[in-house]
């Protein structure tokens, strides 16, 4: 059994990170470092409307008084932020108008991850924004999606084409002002993706953001916008990859939802950064702050996130419930190898009555990594006949690694209910026996079970997602107990 | 003459002090202790007084007690009545009776006593001087001065308090009762230390009460260290009921030796400000321990409890369940935190809050954590906030009972789930019965001790015809 094990442990951790190539494309840069020039040089490459601008600044004079947070269960290495590239682009043209007109390296690029834009677009009807480094470089299906009057483009096209929406919401949801990374994503975030759907609407696609980090020494600041008018559906799904390099870089985006009256959005993220290697060097810093509102009555939000990269993650997608009857939802299955670390949860503010909210996070960590769960439920006085139920579980893989559990529960008025439940434990040695008994060998076994496991979390995803998924948990836990 | 009068509480006024009377602090002190009580002193300036800044402290803001004028003895008050302590027993229940009045221990004929089995009980400061050895062994062994500015400022300023020792192989003939009572006609700030030393194979049960006989406010900061050796046993009780100006900060830090047991409860009946800081150490393996907590809060009054319990060993098993009753503008805290350190295999920890708020200004934070390195564990928590269930009340209002009745006996078995794990017979039906005042409004705290307002010679009765149902 001991030699078995540290069979399957090396094999996992010599195990490749397949997306870990680059691709040599023709990139331009900002100077390296921030001060305010930079932040001009971003906007004014970006031939950005004066109150952009004016919204950076003010961020980045915000930031300036900030200090990076230390509350999180991570160990985080100084981060030099006069050290990193700001802005990464990929030259050539700036507009495409079709996919014939975008870089065939890039093309090439977005095939290799698996997601190619041609073919995704006519077989699996997804309308995908492909962000590389920090630009959006083509969107497809806009203008299918247009005729239902749905904008699904680029941040930077939504400032240049609706900038009314843009005035309206950015920041209405994160205010720079909300935490450290945050006001430095609001200074000099890059691009991201902008979503409108209008009343009424049930957008018949789903809508995906895939995000690539390139370029050494930058840094990926997007930011997403999605915008649910009343009665208005959308499944958005978002994935992200990035080279194996040496260097850590630095991910913090912000994704800021607005649901209004009987609306709801769907939001799924399968995360795979690149980790790091298994000695802990390199992987990517994902610092994210992601948070939707449910303005109107009868509205919804659901988060469903698959976290398998970064070597640090910290990240509590939040839902506001605001308006009476409203829903939120989390889901989460958080692994964690080798050196990882992930401090994860969500947070959930009933403000309106009758509202619901589910939280079901299940950790798993292996090698010597940690993982933790953080979240707030917080009822509020007036939320009356509110509920919520949280659960959330770890598994642990290995005798050096952590589990941990952080729940906040707050709660101010009688007539609410709010239960949290948690256990931390190893596979069991019963179920593990069950399946070997029946023939099934070891590595399998513990493939199965942990399928089964994050079962819950897993059947919430897409379609497209889910096999993705599926297969990603496999990848990063194949066989690492013992 | 009181060095401070009327006075609220700072660092500065509690440094000034300190420097000032040197001297007389330490006047019990070996030379090892009056060490301790200077590194105290120092970790003190370093810490400062406890601010909502603190993650600890974000819920319970001091500020509000420390403001209030109170006085400070150096030296122990004249003592007006002593009869009142004693009025704290337990009908048919035989106990010796530690008696203390303001934090400071009061039989002055037999400061300290020895019994023929080598128990050793009585006044700290005297312990000091008659078996400076075996205090100097334990003292401030478990209390971590630089972890926490109250224990500090506690270990800084204590005079007296309450010595126990049970040697190793001896078991307590009959339960000790502690009875900690504040009563003065002015406003009062007391410090007092207890410590409770268990050798192997000994067993101890323990009466632990804080009481206020009149309206005045006051500020207790206690600090209580326990240690046990391997395979003791403890059971350990811990009554609270003050009045609605009191506000006491208890810290008891528990280490538990190889194979050791230890059974802790806590009951909060009243007080202005309760805050329980458990710390509990797992000092060799298999050991277990069981954690119980009820608190019954009104008014505006605010309990808080915070319990960090350290799997250090392998095999050991620990078991928390607070539970609490929150009405008008009461206010909880609970933040369990439970670390298992990488080696400690074969932990079983578990972790339960249960809260009911029957308004709507009631609030509660519940803080279950866990922090685990190891893979070989299980651990679990869990947290509810609710009301009481509806549909017990439906099956109760159905079959005739009066909504007050229904009501009644939904909280009484709520609580119940703790009370009923009292050990102590006696002590179990006169908590019952005090769980039963309390909610239905009628526990005061009377110019007579609360303890005495009642003697229930039956168990429980509610106005229930048992044959409706």
Redesign the interface.
């Known amino acids: 059994m001991e030699t078995d094990s540290n069979k399957i442990i090396d094999e996992v951790t010599q195990g490749e990170y397949k997306y870990g190539f680059v691709t040599d494309i023709e990139t331009e840069f900002a100077p390296r470092g921030l001060n305010e020039d930079t932040i001009r040089y971003i906007s004014e490459r970006k031939n950005e409307p004066e109150f952009m601008l004016e919204f950076r600044l003010k961020a980045f004079r915000h930031w300036l008084t900030m200090k990076q947070p230390v509350w999180a269960h991570l160990s985080i290495p100084p981060i030099d932020f006069q050290d990193i590239i700001y802005y990464a682009a990929p030259k050539k043209k700036t507009t495409v108008g079709s996919l014939d007109e975008v870089d065939p390296e890039l093309l090439a690029t977005f095939n290799k991850l698996g997601i190619s834009l041609e073919e995704q677009k006519k077989l699996s009807g997804v309308a995908v924004d492909a962000v590389i480094d920090s630009v959006s470089v083509k969107t497809t299906f806009s203008e299918t999606l247009s005729k239902y009057g749905i904008i699904f483009c680029s941040f930077s096209d939504a400032v240049q084409n609706h900038p009314d929406l843009i005035k309206q919401y950015m920041g209405s949801v994160v205010p720079y002002t909300d935490n450290f990374f945050a006001a430095l994503n609001s200074a000099v975030f890059s691009d991201g993706s902008f979503c409108y759907i209008p009343k009424g609407v049930r957008c018949p696609v789903e809508l995906s953001t895939y995000f690539r980090i390139n370029a050494a020494n930058t840094g990926q600041f997007e930011r997403t916008l999605i915008i649910a008018d009343e009665g208005a559906y959308v499944s958005y799904m978002e994935g992200c990859t990035a080279p194996q390099r040496d260097e850590n870089q630095l991910h913090a985006a912000i994704v800021e939802i607005v649901v209004r009256k009987d609306a709801e959005v769907k939001y799924s993220t399968v995360q795979n950064w690149y980790p790091g290697d298994k000695n802990g060097k390199g992987g990517i810093y994902n610092f994210v702050t992601k948070r939707g509102i449910c303005k109107g009555n009868h509205s919804k939000i659901s988060w469903t996130q698959v976290e398998t990269g970064s070597a640090i993650t910290w990240k509590y997608p939040s839902c506001i419930l605001l308006g009476d009857h409203s829903v939120g939802e989390f889901y989460s299955v958080a692994v964690t190898n080798n050196h990882q670390q992930a401090d994860t949860g969500s947070k959930m503010l009933h403000l309106g009555k009758n509202t619901r909210s589910t939280i079901i996070s299940k950790g798993i960590s292996a090698g010597k990594s940690n993982n933790s769960y953080r979240g707030l439920v917080r009822i509020s006085k007036n939320a009356t006949h509110s509920r919520n139920y949280s659960q959330c579980d770890s598994l642990l893989l290995g005798p050096s690694c952590g589990a941990h559990t952080f729940p906040y529960i707050q709660a101010e008025n009688k007539s609410s209910v709010v239960e949290h439940e948690a256990t931390t434990s190893k596979i069991s040695e019963d179920q593990l026996f069950y399946c070997q008994q029946r023939g099934i060998d070891m590595e399998s076994a513990i493939g199965l079970i942990v399928n089964g496991y994050a079962k819950e979390v897993l059947k919430q995803l897409p379609m497209e997602f889910a096999v993705e998924a599926q297969k990603l948990l496999s990848i990063s836990l194949e066989g690492s107990v013992w | 003459m009181e060095p401070i009068k009327k006075q609220s509480i700072s660092l500065q006024r509690m440094v000034d002090l300190f420097e000032n009377h040197r001297q007389l602090l330490s006047s019990s002190d070996t030379a090892h202790l009056s060490e301790i009580r200077q590194q105290a002193f120092a970790a003190l300036k370093k810490l400062g007084l406890p601010d909502t800044k603190l993650?600890t402290w974000r819920h319970t803001d001091l500020r509000e007690t420390l403001e209030r004028g109170y006085d400070y003895h150096l030296h122990p008050l004249p003592e007006d009545d002593l009869q009142k302590v004693f009025r704290c027993n337990i009908p048919h229940l035989d106990t010796t009776i530690i008696g203390q009045l303001n934090g400071w221990h009061v039989s002055k004929e037999v400061p300290v006593m020895e019994l023929g089995n080598g128990i050793i009980m009585g006044s700290l400061s005297e312990a000091k001087k008659k078996y400076p050895g075996l205090v100097e062994r334990y003292y401030g062994k478990a209390a971590n001065d630089s972890a926490d500015a109250l224990t500090a400022l506690n270990t800084a300023f204590a005079q007296d308090g309450v010595f126990i020792y049970i040697p190793s192989g001896i078991k307590s003939p009959k339960p000790v009762q502690l009875i900690n009572v504040i009563s003065h006609s002015e406003n009062i700030f007391l410090q007092s230390r207890n410590l409770i030393v268990l050798g192997d194979n000994a067993g101890l049960s323990l009466v632990h009460c804080d009481d206020s006989y009149n309206h005045q406010a006051s500020f207790s900061n206690i600090v209580t260290e326990v240690f046990m050796g391997e395979n003791a046993f403890l059971d350990h009780y811990k009554l609270q009921n003050l009045n609605n100006d009191s506000s006491l900060i208890s810290a008891v830090w528990f280490q538990l030796g190889k194979s050791a047991n230890l059974n802790s409860h806590y009951i909060s009946l009243n007080g202005g400000l309760i805050r329980n800081n458990i710390r509990l150490l797992f000092n060799g393996p298999h050991g277990n321990a069981g954690l119980y907590g009820l608190y019954l809060m009104d008014r505006k009054q605010q309990i808080d409890n915070q319990i960090f319990v350290d799997h250090a060993f392998p095999e050991c098993t620990s078991d928390e369940v607070f539970k609490g009753i929150l009405d008008e503008s009461a206010r909880g805290v609970f933040n369990g935190h439970v670390l298992v350190r990488?080696n400690s295999?074969k932990t079983d920890a578990r972790q339960t809050n249960k809260?009911i708020?029957?308004?709507?200004?009631?609030?509660?934070?519940?803080?279950?954590?866990?922090?685990?390195?190891?893979?070989?564990?299980?651990?679990?928590?869990?947290?509810?906030?609710?009301?009481l269930d509806s549909e017990a009340m439906f099956y109760l209002r159905q079959r005739g009972i009066s909504e007050e009745s229904a009501r009644m006996l939904l909280m009484f078995a709520f609580a119940d789930e703790i009370v009923g794990k009292i050990a102590i017979p006696q002590l179990r039906l006169r908590i019952e019965d005090m769980v039963k005042k309390r909610l239905q409004g009628e526990l005061q705290i009377c110019e007579q001790c609360v303890l005495h307002c009642s003697t229930p010679e039956h168990p429980l009765e509610f106005h229930i015809d048992m044959e409706k149902i």
């Open positions: 993650e990488r295999i809260n708020l029957l308004t709507d200004t009631a609030r509660i934070n519940s803080q279950p954590f866990l922090e685990i390195y190891n893979d070989d564990v299980k651990c679990s928590h869990g947290s509810t906030t609710g009301q």
